[in-house]
């Protein structure tokens, strides 16, 4: 345990240190929560990702489950903007796991304006960017497991103004046998620039180190302690504190509150797990403020079949 502590330390130290950039960096629709279960939890599930969410959240994890995971949100983020995603999952045993993830990021309709027409020009248009991925995870030990995935990005503003970029997330999950404590590493987003016109902009490149713990385990009830440090190529460190306390493995309370962070403060959400011809299926929800802002919703279903 003393040496999972100076790891700890040692990581965390590291994300104090960094270039402060914002807006330098393109393609900010990836760093937007997919699943409500993180959400509701800051989005510290790094090290406690549980179903095809992982895909997203921590793609190493993926290679514990033994069923066909898949899961489908919503979110309706601001300006009538509608986040959505899709993944799905399945462990072939020895050789590991796969994966495949799918990400739209869509505004809604909007009119075409001028500046002889600033009433619009009859013209109607769209703009949304999307994620493509394909994931792999393998066990490496009873303890350690690996994951990567490899995304094709694609960003379309208006007619001729398209770009398109590639990226890959490497990341690692060590789980323990003490209370279920576990902890993960990422860096996500790394891949080529898009370019626009004449600027090129990096991808939001991303460091994350996050543990969770099972801090109260009964037959009847569960509290799962999470936490998440992140450090983006363009911005300050930020944190995540998340919690889910669970009864009977039915019914679900979770919230989170996040660290450092201008933007974001508090989420709540709330789930329910039904039991289906030995099939699981989640049905999770989740609110989070963002200060001045308001809050956004998020809903979803995930089922291991």
């Known amino acids: 345990m003393k040496k ?39 989005n510290a599930l790094i090290s406690a990702s549980d179903g095809a969410e992982a895909t997203y959240y921590n793609p190493a994890a993926t290679a514990n489950f033994n069923k066909t995971e898949f899961i489908i949100t919503h979110t ?13 999952t399945h462990n072939f045993g020895r050789i590991g796991a796969l994966g495949l993830l799918f990400t ?23 703009s949304g960017s999307f994620r493509i991925g394909m994931s792999y995870a ?21 007619k001729d103004f398209n770009e398109s970029a590639y ?51 009964t037959d009847d009830y569960k509290l799962l302690v999470t936490s998440v440090a992140m450090k ?21 309370l979770r919230g989170g509150y996040r660290l450092n962070d201008e933007v974001r403060t508090f989420s709540i959400g709330g789930g329910v797990l039904l039991k289906i011809s030995n099939n699981n299926f989640h049905f999770d929800y989740s609110y989070n403020n963002y200060r001045l802002l308001g809050g956004i919703h998020s809903i979803g279903i995930s089922a291991g079949i």
């Open 4 to 42: 999972y502590l100076i790891i700890f330390v040692t990581v965390y130290s590291g994300l104090l240190f960094g270039y402060n950039r914002p807006g330098s960096s393109g393609a900010q629709f990836l760093l937007i929560g997919v699943s409500p279960r993180a959400m509701a939890m800051s």
């Open 76 to 88: 309706q983020w601001f300006a009538n903007i509608n986040n959505d995603f899709a993944a799905v």
């Open 104 to 126: 739209s990021f869509i505004t809604d309709e909007m009119k075409v304006r001028t500046p002889l027409q600033p009433e619009g020009t009859g013209e109607t248009f769209y």
């Open 138 to 158: 393998l066990r490496m030990t009873n303890h350690v497991s690996f994951g990567t995935s490899l995304n094709y990005i694609y960003s379309s503003l208006y």
């Open 167 to 217: 990226s890959v997330d490497i990341a690692v999950l060590y789980k323990t046998n003490f209370k279920n404590f576990n902890f993960g590493m990422k860096i996500e987003h790394f891949g080529s620039e898009m370019k626009f016109v004449t600027e090129a902009y990096p991808l939001p490149t991303n460091f994350q180190f996050g543990m969770s713990v099972d801090a109260i385990n």
């Open 232 to 252: 983006p190529n363009d911005g300050d460190p930020v944190g995540g504190l998340g919690t889910e306390l669970a009864w009977n493995d039915v019914i679900f």
